[in-house]
């Protein structure tokens, strides 16, 4: 399904572009190709396809979830200008 004039114009207008005649022309041909593109993607049976989660047979090696640093809350916070039980204080920005 070739795009039309009034597809190009709409797309401009939500994406808030302004295309002379020359870019309008481009966009149009180039928006064709890709539509084509797509159909004849759409068009490979992939019925008998398994879903992969990745296109190479690779495996990540996972490491053990442990703890390797501790925070020290005291002295981060030392250099804020106020805090209370452990939390940041920050003016109030809505009345």
């Known amino acids: 399904m070739p795009t039309s004039a ?12 302004r ?20 159909d004849a993607i759409a068009a490979v049976a992939t019925d008998a396809v398994d879903p992969l989660a ?11 979830d442990q703890v ?8 981060l916070q030392r250099g804020a200008p106020a805090t209370r039980d452990g939390l940041y204080l920050v003016p109030r920005v809505i009345e």
């Not at 990745?54 to 053990?64: E, F, G, Q, S, T």
């Open 68 to 75: 390797t640093e501790r925070v020290d809350r005291d002295a």
């Open 19 to 38: 295309l002379d005649e020359q870019e309008r022309q481009s966009v149009e041909r180039d928006l064709d190709r890709i539509i084509h593109m797509v």
């Open 54 to 64: 990745h296109p190479l047979d690779a495996n990540a090696r996972l490491r053990h």
């Open 6 to 17: 009034y597809d190009i114009a709409r797309l401009c207008s939500l994406a808030r572009l």
